[in-house]
């Protein structure tokens, strides 16, 4: 009878001389009939000598220059120059924010109204288009996923005897898929969103349009967001809503958080807590608080009635409703008109004792304290940049930074060399960047619109959050290896660091564009970061 074949292993075993006698005599038998066998065994051996030449063959090694670390000269070194840079950046600092005629101070692109405005449009444009791409997003997954699965089914009805467990598998799937849930209900339009009157919802509401009317019920929390909220019925939980103009008219069971260029609450009971920033704030005759109320704006207006205590901050706060206990209450002028009442004591943070005003029929039946703050308007103002307090603080971000980079580039060395070769590398990166700081955010709201994804949205908004405060490292670091560029090599990464972040720190803190140097630096850094991770994944963007 003629032998089988062996196997790769035997032949492999025999090439290198591991069988034992009876077996190497039964296949030496078989090779002389199978000329296929011999050609592999002759090809193991072949590829065995080559093995061991090449392993013979000695290899030299390039040993990397050895780098000594931060020595006491160089720290000593990198202090000097942080002191010099501080010294040279306080008299810049102090003398371009000099430059600038108070006049002009409303200029400035971080004044809060205008924050607040881009917070607000942010807001809206998420709240108004996140949902369509979030169901976009789903029903392409769902018609991507039904023709895998319908390919699939055709492939294995092809098969003996796979009919009966495909059809099996498909009804065990439908049976599987969860019912839609009634906790939650969705009420979108790109015009009017609206509960009529004598109308009830039983869960959750989320109204989203142009303009939003809550004339019905909500025996669930209501979330509202429109460039026009008109509250006027009746909610058993919490009410968060958003918009331009916000005007809340109707009992709220539980709490109220509410933000608008104008928020206006008036006729209502509030069971818990109000929390309301805007431009404008008003809280109307009427209105009865049962917990605290909480309320930021240029002008804030409280004439209702507030259970517990309020915390109020503007420009301008005018108070004429009754606070059952304390009013603590920050701003440029307060006024207590009458029938004001405050049970507890006033704290008034003013810039001025004659920016507090009682008039008379306004009762405080306990301390009025008039607390002096010189602010940001006030007459001897003194440039930040001439206070201890500031550069304290500034030692104390390179402090955490200095630390924080250490640790990166310890763990990722690559990042050590990461640079960018040209210019249009640095337009690439920070064009990245941006879609990085934009996209994440985006991701991570719409991903806690669902249970399902509250995760991954808190892991992106980690992710996110991780990338904005390493950005700026990773360009320091490059900025100190530039800096340090010699045919010697360059020094230590922690004096790298330490030198591009105290240039970093300089350049972020000057006056008017320092804002817009950090935003840049930013969005550089977070590109490079994103970079580095598509390469380090194989792929290349």
Known sequence: MTMRCPSPLVRSMYADGELTPAEAAALEGHLESCAACRARIGALRAE???????????????????????????????????????????????????????????????????????????????????????????????????????????????????????????????????????????????????????????????????????????????????RVVTIRGHVAGDVITGGETVDIQGNVGGSVYAAGRGVTIKQIHVGRNLYAAGRDVAVESGVEIIGNA????????????????????????????????????????????????????????????????????????????????????????????????????????????????????????????????????????????LVTAIALPVVAFIACITVVGIPLGILSAIVWLLGLYFAKIVVAQMIGRRLFASPHGVPHYAATLLAGLVIVLVAINLPWIGWLIGLALTLLGLGMIVTYVSERSGRTL
Request: aromatic share 6%; no cysteine.
């Open 48 to 226: 065995r000598a080559a093995l061991r030449a090449l392993l013979a063959t000695p290899v030299t090694v390039a040993v990397p220059r050895f780098q000594r670390p931060l020595g006491a000269p160089g720290l000593a070194l990198g202090v000097l120059g942080a002191l010099g840079a501080g010294v040279f950046a306080s008299s810049v600092w102090a003398a371009l924010a000099a430059a600038v005629p108070s006049g002009l101070r409303w200029l400035s692109p971080l004044d809060p109204g205008a924050v607040l405005s881009l917070v607000l449009s942010f807001a809206l444009f998420i709240a108004n288009e996140g949902i369509a791409m979030l169901t976009s997003t789903i029903e392409l997954a769902a018609v991507a996923a039904l023709v895998a699965l319908l390919a699939y089914a055709g492939t294995a009805f092809l098969k003996p005897r796979a009919g009966t467990a495909v059809l099996l598998s498909v009804l065990l799937l439908v049976a599987a898929l969860p019912l839609r849930s009634h906790a939650f209900e969705l009420r979108r339009s790109d015009g009017a969103t609206a509960v009529a009157a004598g109308e009830t919802i039983d869960d959750t509401l989320l109204a989203v349009g142009q303009t939003v009317s809550i004339d019905g019920d909500v025996n669930g929390d209501l979330l509202a967001f429109a």
């Open 294 to 433: 909480t309320a930021a704006g240029d002008s804030v207006n409280v004439d209702g009635k507030v259970g517990i205590d309020l915390t109020a901050a503007g420009n301008a706060l005018v108070v004429r409703g009754e606070v059952t206990r304390n009013v603590n209450a920050f701003g440029q002028t307060i006024t207590l008109l009458a029938p004001a009442s405050v049970g507890g004591n006033l704290v008034a943070h003013v810039t001025a004792a004659d920016n507090l005003q009682i008039a008379p029929g306004a009762t405080v039946r306990g301390n009025v304290d008039k607390q002096i703050s010189k602010g940001p308007r006030g007459q001897s103002t003194i440039s930040k940049y001439l206070t201890v307090s500031f550069y304290t603080w500034q030692l104390v971000r390179l402090a955490a930074a200095f630390l924080a980079g250490v640790l990166l580039l310890w763990a990722l060395p690559s990042l050590r060399t990461a640079t960018l070769p040209d210019a249009g590398a640095g337009v690439k990166a920070g064009a990245i960047g």
